[in-house]
Structures are given as C-alpha cells and as structure tokens.
C-alpha cells in the first residue's frame, strides 16, 4: 500500500505537490490506473486512482474515501523537554505517533538542555510515522513553551507529572480515566526542579510514577503515551 500526505485535498481530483509526485512516478513508478492511499492529517482516508502519472504534479481521482479513520474517544497531550541529542527527539515523536498521540507540547524547564527546536523538521518525522502507520490523523506540534507557561493555560482533562522525587506517587496506569483527554509532564534528563514540581501540584497536576525504572527522557515518554493507549483499550 502506497500512501502519501495530501493536507490540502478537496473534491474528487487532486495533484500531488512536486515532492510526493516524484516518490510517486520517479521512485515508486506507479503508472496510470494504478491505486494509492491518501490520508489529509484530520481523519480523511482516501483511495485514489492515478489519472496522470506526471513526475512534477501527478494527477490522482478519489474513487472512495471514508472520514475520522481510526478516530478515538480519547486524546493523549504529552508534554515533553527536547533532548540535547535531537534524534532522541525524532525518535520519540515517530514510536508516539505510531502508538497514538493527539499534541506533543516540546516543553522549556529549569534544567534543560536544549532550548530551540525546529517544529517544522519535527512534525516531518510525525508525518513519516503516520503514513507508515496507516493513521489519518497527524499529531499537532507546539512551539517550545516555557513550563510556566504551561502549567497556567487551562485544559479539560486528566493532569499528570511524571518525576523522579521520593515521594508518594501513584502509577500512572492506576489513575488515568478512560475516554478522556490526559496531559503528562515529562521532565529532562536531570528531572524537573523541586519548585517546578510543586508549581505544577498546585496547578492541579498529579504526581505519578512511570515505574521502578529511571527513565530516559525520550523512554519516559513513550512509556506513558503507551500507558494511556494501553489504558483506553482495556
């Protein structure tokens, strides 16, 4: 199954941008009459016919389609500090995008180690993984925001902290609520600071465990999108 990312898609006929429409005729040699898979990001799952395979704006006819594939009645918003190593990064947000993941919010704290990001080269890793996958929806991208900030804005659902800090905390797969919307915290590799954990507990954010193991960053956070995935399908 080939599929390719058609953000913009309307109607029964679509060209494929310049990029898409060379992996399509150059690389893949797809040839006119033959099928594809198109996905926009928002739910839309199309099956296309090619009408003109032209390498620079390939021409492709929806013969069906069917809205919100694979929508689910949860939604999972982690919010998580990049790594100095921004593969690690990558490879968080391509494994949470196969798993499932709503928003992923590149989070600003006290003891982080990389303080720019690049969303764009970011949400091209989401893409990947979502085609591979055979998802419809692609997970929304933040810009880097400041912990502060963060734990201010309002959210209509579950708050969790995953830290490192001994002190009582619940395992996560303990408390999350089925069918709802949850946000998690997860800290740098050096943890969140004791002040950021108490602003968030005041904040109304749970203080939960991911387990025994101590984590890394990227592994923390892939632990908890499966852990409230795994959750919600019980």
Request: net charge neutral; with cysteine; proline share 5%.
């Amino acid at each position: 199954m080939h599929i390719f990312y058609t953000p913009d898609i309307s109607g029964n006929a679509y060209s494929l941008d310049e990029t898409e429409s060379k992996h399509c005729v150059r690389v893949l040699r797809l040839e006119k009459g033959e099928e594809i898979t198109l996905v926009d990001g928002r739910g839309g799952f199309f099956i296309a016919e090619i009408a003109d395979p032209n390498p620079k704006r390939c021409l492709v006819r929806v013969v069906r389609s069917e809205q919100d594939f694979g929508l689910q009645n949860f939604q999972v918003h982690i919010a998580i500090a990049p790594t100095k190593n921004i593969e690690r990064m990558e490879w968080f947000l391509e494994k949470a995008t196969e798993i499932g993941i709503t928003r992923v919010i590149p989070l600003l704290c006290q003891h982080s180690e990389r303080k720019e990001i690049k969303p764009g080269r970011l949400e091209k890793v989401m893409i990947s993984a979502m085609k591979q996958s055979l998802k419809a929806y692609l997970p929304q991208i933040d810009e880097l925001t400041k912990f502060s900030d963060l734990i201010r804005q309002p959210f209509d659902g579950q708050k969790y902290i995953a830290h490192c800090e001994k002190q009582h905390r619940d395992l996560l797969r303990n408390l999350v609520v089925p069918n709802q919307k949850s946000l998690i915290l997860i800290g740098p590799e050096g943890d969140f600071s004791s002040e950021e954990i108490q602003a968030a507990i005041q904040s109304g954010f749970k203080p939960v465990s991911l387990g025994n193991s101590r984590l890394r960053t990227e592994t923390a956070g892939i632990v908890a999108c499966h852990t409230i995935n795994l959750v919600n399908e019980t």
